[in-house]
């Protein structure tokens, strides 16, 4: 049965203080053996409670240190006095072993996810070595008939010696940024898009996800795309030139058999402007679209843009002006620049009008912008017509998207002019976007970086 600690303590007490008391006793003159024997009595009593509580509390001791190690029991303690420490030492033991049972039990979890994913995922510590990957991973790099050449603990620089994944890998640990890359050189003929980030404590995961697949996809239908154009291009344009002879040259024809030639005429050069933007949009998706930036100065851009479009000018009664314009020299492929311009402009000139029986009136302008990160210049071109409904202003850049579909086939629209101009502005470092107000007109802004502050590509 356990005793009480207070118990224990006053009866070593009494029993020195009794033993001092007799030698009072017998020795009535005898105080200073009483006090010396008082001190020996202390000193033992004291030396005898610390051992005692030294056992007693030895196995609480190695219990609190094998907490999240092992189970921990406890003897049933000497003193009662000991009894919430040993029940609260149990609990904590519990607690953490509950604790440490659940975060087994995530990790494999997230280690049985991550495993099966398609994606290679690779993670470092902040030296660079390898923490931990997935067997996708594993699976991806060769290595010998019994391992894999990406094992943990040894450096990332000595498994992967792609530059890409590197690169990536550096940005992120150093950098602590997101970074991502496209590979080609990871596997012979297979390509990666990589993505690396910084985790919090530190370190950095990489994923590679392979578009070998889709990037062969995405070819074979740039490929039909343009075979096709070019196939019909020909029948086409023999087609148009027949048309145009008879509706040229036939006096007698009759008035409907002309309005059937005119309205063979009218689609047969919308096809032709389909298969023309279609052949420029294979050649733009796939780079085969030979660019040669230089340093061209804006207000030049705008020049040549408002000088191509004279002649649409006389025939919508349009009214074109220019706006704001900068003499910054931005880094651009001019011809394709100009172009981008063109078309925003002639889209401005045939949907920008006020009213159906009004001319469109297109302002034209260039301005310098500047944010954290760059400079650049801001081309606009602003029409003041009946706008673009805010729920198609993400979606305009599209291929085929169209706004009002009736209205843009009967001008003869083929919905390849906004993505197209997409295209250009980003391979060119660029940024493209619109706003527009309805009955207020539309904004289309495209930014494109200063000269001084590009490298050459």
């Known amino acids: 049965m356990n005793r009480g600690l207070f118990f224990t303590f006053f009866a070593q007490i009494t029993f020195a203080l009794a033993l001092v008391a007799v030698v009072t006793l017998m020795w009535p003159r005898g105080w200073v053996l009483g006090a010396i024997l008082v001190l020996l009595g202390g000193a033992g009593v004291a030396a005898l409670q610390s051992r005692t509580l030294r056992r007693t509390l030895a196995p609480f001791e190695a219990s609190a240190a094998a907490i999240g190690t092992a189970t921990v029991g406890l003897p049933e303690p000497r003193f009662s006095d000991f009894d919430g420490l040993a029940k609260s030492v149990s609990q904590a033991s519990m607690r953490v072993d509950r604790l ?107 994923v590679l996800h392979d578009i070998t697949r889709i990037e062969q996809v995405e070819r074979t239908q740039r490929e039909f795309v343009a075979n096709v154009s070019h196939e019909l291009r020909t029948p086409l344009t023999s087609i148009t030139g027949y048309v145009e002879t008879l509706l040229d040259h036939e006096g007698n024809l ?52 408002v000088q191509a479009m004279k002649g649409m000018l006389q025939d919508e009664e349009a009214v074109l002006e220019v706006g704001e314009t900068t003499d910054c020299e931005v880094f651009a492929d001019q011809d394709s620049i100009v172009q981008v311009l063109s078309n925003l402009i002639e889209n401005a000139i045939k949907y920008g009008k006020p009213r159906a029986e009004e001319p469109s009136r297109v302002v034209v302008s260039a301005r ?80 494109l970086p200063r000269a001084e502050t590009t490298a050459v590509i």
């Not at 087994?104 to 979890?109: C, F, L, M, V």
């Not at 993400?394 to 001008?411: G, M, N, P």
Request: with cysteine.
């Open 100 to 206: 440490l049972g659940e975060a087994a039990g995530s990790r494999r979890e997230l280690e049985a996810m991550i495993d099966s994913m398609q994606d290679a995922v690779v993670a470092v510590d902040p030296a660079g070595r390898i923490q931990w990957t997935n067997q996708r991973m594993q699976r991806l790099i060769p290595g010998t008939s019994f391992s894999s050449a990406v094992r943990v603990g040894h450096a990332l620089v000595q498994t992967i010696r792609d530059p890409e994944v590197l690169e990536c890998m550096r940005i992120a640990l150093e950098d602590r940024q997101l970074s991502e890359r496209r590979t080609t050189s990871l596997l012979p003929g297979k390509i990666f898009e990589v993505a690396a980030s910084p985790m919090p404590g530190g370190g950095a995961v990489a």
């Open 254 to 305: 009759s008035a409907q058999a002309r309005e059937f030639l005119t309205t063979i005429h009218k689609n047969a050069t919308r096809m032709n402007r389909l298969t023309e933007d279609l052949l420029v949009m294979a050649r733009v998706e796939s780079s085969e679209q030979e660019l040669h930036p230089s340093a061209v100065r804006a207000d030049l851009l705008v020049r040549d843009a």
């Open 368 to 447: 310098m912008v500047k944010d954290e990160e760059a400079e650049g210049v801001e081309f606009r071109v602003r029409d003041f017509g009946q706008g673009i409904a805010s729920e198609h202003l993400t979606r305009i850049f599209e291929r085929f998207y169209r706004v009002d579909k009736a209205r843009s086939r009967e001008s003869g629209g083929t919905g390849l002019g906004l993505a197209i101009a997409r295209h250009v502005v980003e391979t060119q470092g660029g940024t493209i976007r619109a706003e527009s107000e309805l009955n207020q007109g539309s904004t289309f802004i495209f930014t």
